[in-house]
């Protein structure tokens, strides 16, 4: 049982938590709250407990069945009285959250008051106001710096489960949103303890889930060292490359890009750099991984027409001691794909980080080869949430 958590967390990519409104004056906690649920139910789902889908039909508290039950434990109670594991922790209609969470201070902004940088993808699109660069934009208002985190138990509210996700988001993934395209990811030191998991019933629940479940997550994490003798190896980077010069590769610039030289320059003084579209834009458009159609790219690197929602997540670079690290992750549903499709598309990705087709699109002539350093995924045969996320803090216990 744990009541209290105070931890710093240290930006290493940009946060974005643009709230209800959407504004970036400040860090909205409503955001960190979604991408803590959010994991939440994940792993819940993967353990074998019960998380509702909020955006469908979210839980209500039914105060006379909780009142009558005559379940032994709380979570039971709790249970039987209409909230799931997942609403029990973060609340619903008639049950309020178990903790209480404040950040301070809001970190600074990663461009101070420039404009926002667009990575182009050297596609154009046609539009009625004539053409148009594709690409992705680093947002001048997103967040750097340190964050302090206090979380503080209510109604005694075990927050072991929220170190271990801020644990995994650590290690693994991105906090906050736009984690698609390179936002979110922190540094913080916590050492989880997974005792909690133990709650959770010892049969593996089937991977049927069509939500997610952390069991249908890969996870992978890349190091690579800056060459030596050639200061400017990062404007080879592609996409970065075009917006340090303002020209797509047929000398066009088409809004909205522009010469971002400086700001890019200010960024990789910070240790950031945004190599996520190009490592997204080889994988969607480049790779030659001759796999059934069936298992569309559409799908998993999401499209507006997509509802799935099946997603690969690629992180930017950062600077940590001195090397560059990235992470690429995501979440590939067994109960979506036919099985044996999934594995085997999972087996490719696995393998096309290990080729130099993908690293000489992205780091073209400074001839980089990022090293796999972490790699963890489950086939679709095999259920144990304890040991996947036991092996995942390296057996930590
Ligand atoms: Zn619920």
Redesign the pocket.
Known sequence: MTDELSITLKTLTPLWTGGVDQSADRLHETGLLGSLRWWYEALVRGLGG???D?TEH??QFDEEKYRKSKATNERDRLREAG??????LFG?TGWTRKFRLSVSPDGQKLLGDQQNVLIPSGRKHQTRRGERAGGWFVFSESRIGEIAFELTSLRDADLRPIHTILALISRYASLGAKGASGYGVIQADIKPDLAWIQGFGNQPPARNSTLPDFRDFFFARFKFQEPTGNTNWWQNINGIRQAVNGQLDDHSSPNPLRQAKKELEQMKQQGILPIAPAIRNWLRYHWQHNLNPNLALDDIFGDARSAIGSKILVSYAYCVNSAWEFRIWGWLPCSIFNQNNRDTFLQSLCAAFGQNALWKFVFGESQITPTLTEWHALTCDQTDGKAYLNALFGGAK
């Open positions: 019960y998380a509702c909020p979210a839980c909230v799931c594991d997942g609403c029990q619903c």
